[in-house]
């Protein structure tokens, strides 16, 4: 029996002070916060690239991408390749998290108290 993964939506907000950081929403709650970092690739032929002039780098040649993955309250997840993966990895932090919660205190809204 195969199960079949269920599409779920998330809602990115950029941060208002910090263009790389975004929230991550999901049913009106916050799950946590993705930044990105932009860095250069390590791997690249520069010698190549001096030699033949004619030759033209995409950005994607020269810069990698990677986001980094904060679950609420503070607790980081890792930095990944893509926003779904960082987003999966913030999910998974909250369930663990949430299966932690062995001593706790419960509290009730809206039930009869009379």
């Not at 993955?69 to 980081?76: G, I, L």
Request: with cysteine; charged share 35%.
């Amino acid at each position: 029996m195969i199960k079949e993964k269920k599409n779920m939506n998330y809602k990115l907000k950029k941060d208002e002070y910090l263009s790389s950081k975004k929230y991550v929403w999901r049913n009106g709650i916050c799950l946590g916060h993705i930044f990105s970092e932009v860095r250069e690739r390590q791997d690249v032929d520069w010698q190549k690239y001096r030699e033949d002039k004619t030759l033209r780098m995409t950005v994607s040649d020269r810069l990698i991408v990677k986001y980094n993955a904060v679950s609420y309250p503070n607790e980081s997840c890792g930095q990944y390749d893509s926003i779904e993966t960082a987003i999966n990895a913030i999910e998974n932090k909250q369930k663990e998290m949430f299966d932690k919660l062995l001593d706790c205190d419960i509290i009730t809204i809206g039930g009869s108290d009379v």
